[in-house]
């Protein structure tokens, strides 16, 4: 009777001790997963477009497109509205599709390690670059600290919270949609 008992106890001790290495495992994997930041390219496109940066880039080409008018070259001002047309096309597919913002994140790459810091993530990728995930990977949104690092209309911010809430345009759509 009394080896039963003991038999009992030792094989209950056995279950718990493997329920908590089991447990601490699984407390241990979740906490050694690889956080990544993901942002939505649109909403970072349509902040840096109502930015103070962007209307400084903009001052810029239509001070140049003046003086090329000015001068009477007629070569320049097709070269700068060809630019500009295609910066336009660039801009819609950045801001409604999934074109690439690289440029943009180029203008603010010194903040990008405090942002990391900041939201615990070892890497900063646009979402739509995501091509597979493991369980392994926790991914953490930091389209709004992106965001932040420009200095933005408020009208800008709105726009860029509601073209989260939109699934991106297709490449056909856009096109369909140019001048």
Not at 79 to 107: D, N, P
Request: glycine share 4%; hydrophobic share 45%.
């Amino acid at each position: 009777m009394k080896t039963k008992l003991t038999s009992a106890i030792l094989v209950k001790t056995i279950l718990a001790a493997a329920l908590i290495l089991c447990l601490n495992l699984s407390a241990s994997a979740q906490t050694n997963r690889l956080r990544i930041g993901i942002y939505d390219s649109r909403a970072v496109a349509v902040a840096y477009a109502g930015s103070t940066e962007f209307a400084s880039k903009l001052k810029a080409v239509r001070a140049e497109y003046d003086a090329a008018k000015q001068a009477g070259d007629t070569n320049k001002l097709k070269q700068i509205e060809a630019h500009m047309k295609a910066s336009q096309a660039r801009a819609h597919e950045q801001g409604f599709s999934t074109g690439s913002v690289a440029e943009i994140m180029a203008m603010v790459k010194d903040a990008m390690p405090g942002v990391a810091k900041a939201a615990g993530v070892e890497l900063i990728a646009s979402k739509w670059e995501v091509n597979y995930q493991s369980a392994n990977i926790e991914t953490v949104d930091v389209t709004s600290q992106l965001i932040a690092l420009f200095h933005t209309s408020d009208r800008s911010l709105k726009w860029a919270d509601e073209i989260q809430k939109q699934p991106p345009l297709s490449r056909e759509v856009l096109d369909e949609h140019q001048d």
